[in-house]
């Protein structure tokens, strides 16, 4: 599902859970989405663009959050620019074989002052089967790479074969 700001609020709550906690700390007036009964009847009615009225904040940036916590690139910005991701190595390990299930821009990440390991943790939970992320920095992530291995997570980090200036880190659970 894509996030806009016409999208119900109990459509995205119900495609992507994880965001509840985050659209409280927005909008403190919809604490009671915690009430499943007026989850319901609210969110069924209530646009994004409603959520951000009520929450006083701009309704592009709070679209944008919610894309960004859920790996969706941002509206009305431009995309970064393509990476061609590469097929898997021989040397690379089987699972991260196929298409990733999101995709980090790492980089942009920074530079907005998010922290990419905030947004991989949230993302970890919604990866399904085989699914990964990946996460393309200008710069070998360390300091996430061994968070994720400290946390047990499956990593493999290298450099995109024909862009030496891009690092590809693979997450999975």
């Known amino acids: 599902m894509e996030i806009t700001g016409r999208s119900k609020l109990f459509d995205v709550l119900r495609e992507y ?4 906690e985050k659209i409280i700390d927005i909008a403190p007036a919809f604490k009671n989405l915690r009430n499943p009964v007026l989850r319901r009847t609210v969110g ?25 916590a859920v790996g969706q690139p941002e509206l009305g910005a431009a995309a970064p620019a393509p990476i061609g991701i590469p097929a898997a190595a021989l040397d690379d390990p089987e699972w991260i ?20 390991v905030q947004t991989v943790n949230e993302l970890l939970p919604q990866i399904n089967g085989r699914g990964y992320i990946l ?39």
């Open 97 to 116: 074989a196929g298409e990733p299930q999101f995709v980090l821009d790492g980089t942009s990440m920074l530079q907005r002052g998010e922290v990419p």
């Open 44 to 68: 069924q009615l209530a646009t994004i663009e409603k959520v951000a009225q009520v929450g006083n904040v701009d309704a592009d940036q709070l679209v944008n959050t919610l894309r960004r």
């Open 135 to 173: 996460l393309v920095t200008d710069f070998e992530p360390a300091p996430i790479i061994d968070a994720m291995t400290k946390a047990r997570r499956r990593v493999h980090h290298k450099l995109h074969p024909s862009d030496a200036t891009q690092h590809l880190t693979y997450i999975a659970s």
């Open 17 to 20: 859970p994880s965001l509840e």
